[in-house]
């Protein structure tokens, strides 16, 4: 079992920055691939971005070169850094734990995900 709750989201305007964390505690000795995850109003739930257990990462073409996930694992905390944020990135923000098993990988479809935060609000105003 894997317990995840994010936090940092706020209120900014267009081309500001937030960095959301996600602190996770559980069974974090096993493998995990680790995501972000966006559901805006009336829309589906998309992939954001993502990171397997070796430190690969993964990013929707809406937000690379934008955003970037990482993590310490020492303190056992996923990250988002959020930059040139727009009002289209406006949305309740996820993260998310599926266990990395060797020759299967992370999956970017959000029903595949076993373990999930509470969320988090991103709110950009123009």
């Known amino acids: 079992q894997v317990q995840l709750a994010e936090s940092g989201g706020g209120s900014v305007q267009a081309g500001g920055s937030l960095r959301l964390s996600c602190a996770t505690s559980?069974?974090?000795?096993?493998?995990?691939?680790m995501a972000w995850f966006r559901q805006a109003p009336g829309k589906e739930r998309e992939l954001v971005a993502i990171i397997t257990s070796a430190g690969r990462t993964g990013y929707a073409g809406s937000v690379k070169d934008r955003f970037t996930i990482s993590q310490d694992n020492a303190k056992n905390t996923l990250y988002l850094q959020m930059n040139s944020l727009q009002p289209e990135d406006t949305a309740m923000y996820y993260c998310?734990?599926?266990?990395?098993?060797?020759?299967?990988?992370?999956?970017?479809?959000?029903?595949?995900?076993?373990?999930w935060g509470q969320g988090t609000q991103v709110t950009v105003s123009s």
């Open positions: 559980g069974s974090t000795s096993r493998r995990y691939c």
């Open positions: 998310a734990a599926d266990p990395d098993i060797p020759g299967i990988g992370c999956t970017s479809t959000a029903g595949e995900y076993n373990y």
